[in-house]
């Protein structure tokens, strides 16, 4: 499934019996949880995306933070 451009998974887990909910940030799996409810997991997936959104935004843009060269 996708949100906001960021693809992210639910698994339906069988021991312990529930949901589990993995995020692909910039090509690495970062696992968000797991809960007893699809819902709640889909949940966890979309806030650990609007989080990463949220401070991946505070981030200065490369060239400024790169040294000029000259």
Not at 23 to 31: C, D, M
Not at 40 to 53: G, Q, V
């Amino acid at each position: 499934m996708e949100f906001k451009s960021i693809e992210y998974q639910i698994v339906q887990t069988a021991n312990p019996t529930g949901w589990k909910s993995t995020v692909l940030i910039e090509g690495k799996r970062k696992n968000t949880g797991s809960t007893f409810r699809r819902l709640s997991a889909t949940r966890l997936a979309e806030t650990a995306i609007e989080k990463h959104l949220k401070t991946d935004a505070r981030k200065p843009p490369e060239s400024i933070c790169s040294p000029s060269v000259g």
